[in-house]
């Protein structure tokens, strides 16, 4: 004979698998990334001879400060298979609390979201692309990144490849 305990746990796993088996036990929720690098574009096509902005946002969700990121920024394969489109970055600002402020390059993106990034805070890098006005057309232009932070309680983190929403070059 079985106790009153046992039955009372052969309910509770048939009711638990009941409920998994028709999606209605609860999710589990997983903790965020300790840091998130997330892209987005002011646009989704251009012509040549126009300029698209690419925003990369770095968000510490660690409750200890950012110290350092590096972040590199490249064309993605089928972007390199285009040779007759003609693009460049041409412009670099960061947005944090205290304001906007131009920055440098691409060669490092990880030095202009500028140190610290406090916990729970964000920075964002756009870059301007410019799409020369030779440019072929009918093809798509973007970019995927790696990045690595390293936090003040002495942890770090790598994160991608993050891919860039991809602009798409008309002609007009």
Request: net charge negative; hydrophobic share 35%.
């Amino acid at each position: 004979m079985r106790s009153p305990l046992m039955r009372r746990l052969g309910l509770t796993t048939v009711l638990a698998l009941v409920l998994a088996v028709f999606g209605l036990a609860p999710a589990a929720s997983a903790a965020p990334a300790p840091a998130e690098l997330t892209f987005t574009t002011d646009a989704a096509t251009t012509t040549p001879g126009g300029t698209v902005n690419v925003a990369m946002t770095l968000t510490n969700n660690k409750t200890y400060d950012i110290w350092f990121v590096h972040q590199t920024i490249d064309p993605t394969w089928l972007t390199t298979q285009r040779p007759d489109l003609k693009y460049s970055f041409t412009g670099c600002t960061l947005t944090a609390p205290s304001g906007i402020s131009s920055c440098s390059g691409t060669a490092d993106l990880g030095a202009n979201y500028g140190a610290t990034i406090p916990p729970g805070q964000s920075r964002t890098v756009t870059l301007t692309l410019q799409v020369a006005p030779d440019s072929g057309c009918n093809g798509n232009i973007g970019f995927y990144s790696y990045f690595y932070a390293e936090f003040s309680d002495a942890t770090s983190v790598g994160g991608g490849p993050v891919h860039t929403p991809e602009t798409r070059v008309l002609c007009a």
